[in-house]
């Protein structure tokens, strides 16, 4: 059992996320390290994946690099709104094998039998990757759903094809999803899965707690990917946290020899701070992705980023970007505790070096006098 205090658990999860004052150098190697990148169409400031990326390389990151990876070198592969190391397929061959395991779209892929057939007899014939909107809807029961999806039924049966490891996205043209046979992706969507769904997740938890550093062993479910990681790692306890933590022996030895930090803006959605209980626990930082949020009762802003400085979450940075006018504004700077200078200046930086790899003009909104 380890004992951590909170400053120690915190720095295992800033060096396991990659977000140190050693600066790691290549994409598809940060992405093998935190085991994904999540889509989000989302783009107030930059799309996720990108704005994630950059928080890791700064501005030698471009977002062609991740077009290439995903399109042309096949490094990585998209799946489940989730970019992932092409390495990382067999761990999911199982899950795909299996899916659906939840009766409502078990039963109305067994109602759409047809529909299926016709989807993938399409694949098959056409040697270009298709849209949804390329596509007959067939379907003999529409997909029923209060949200967006709807009735949707082309674009619903894609999901689940994909989730079946049928399809695959072969890539996008602009924010629309371009699907293919998965097959012509990578050879090993035809291969049989070669681990079992318990090795699978056993190995899945060893590479989450990899790119967390600490996690819980059982937590909340969450959508997409988990948070917690089982059994994995070696058992610890963090000072003034109830509950029992996992923790990467790697990642405890390398900040026990030495921790160097910076300052960094992080995506709503980077890994650091997804789990906001965690964050709240370990960082005593709260947070809320207030996009869903009426504008009158947002506390930081529509897409608001965290603040790291070294190991500790310091404030939240309201700004949007505007591409058709070229500008990229602040309209707040919200500092959890006043910022001593040395902090003030390294989050100022990091806002100039944003608006600089965005290409956009630096300016101040009618908020701005916090900045």
Known sequence: MHYLDRATARRVAVHAQLLTAERPVELVGIVRHLTLLQVD????????????????????????????????????????????????????????????????????????????????????????????????????????????????????????????????????????????????????????????????????????????????????????????????????????????????????DAVRAGFSGRTALLSPFDRLVYDRVKTQQLFDFEYTLEMYKPEAKRRWGYFALPILHGDRLVGKLDARADRKAGTFTVHALHEDEPFDRPTRAAVDAEIRDLAEWLQLELRLGSGGSQW
């Open 41 to 252: 169409p989302t783009a107030a400031v930059a799309p996720n994946a990108d704005l994630v990326a950059w928080s890791r390389l700064g501005s030698t990151y471009s977002p062609a690099d991740l077009v290439q990876a995903v399109e042309r070198d096949r490094t990585l592969f998209e799946f489940d709104a989730l970019v992932r190391p092409i390495e990382d397929l067999p761990l999911f061959r199982a899950e795909m094998a299996e899916w659906p395991t939840w009766p409502r779209a078990r039963d109305w892929l067994e109602q759409n039998a047809a529909f299926r057939r016709d989807i993938l007899n399409r694949f098959e014939d056409s040697p270009e990757p298709l849209a949804s909107r390329d596509l007959d809807d067939t379907s003999a029961v529409p997909w029923q759903s209060t949200g967006w999806t709807g009735d949707r039924n082309v674009s619903r049966m894609l999901e689940c094809l994909a989730m079946q490891g049928e399809i695959a996205i072969w890539g996008r043209r602009g924010r629309e999803r371009l699907f293919t046979i998965a097959g012509r992706i990578h050879p090993s969507f035809d291969e049989p899965p070669v681990l079992t769904l318990e090795q699978a997740t056993s190995e899945r938890n060893g590479r989450r707690l990899t790119a967390l550093g600490i996690a819980r062993a059982k937590s909340t479910k969450m959508p997409l990917e988990p948070v917690d990681v089982g059994a994995a790692g070696e058992p610890a306890e963090v000072e003034g946290v109830p509950g029992e933590w996992r923790v990467d022996p790697a990642a405890l």
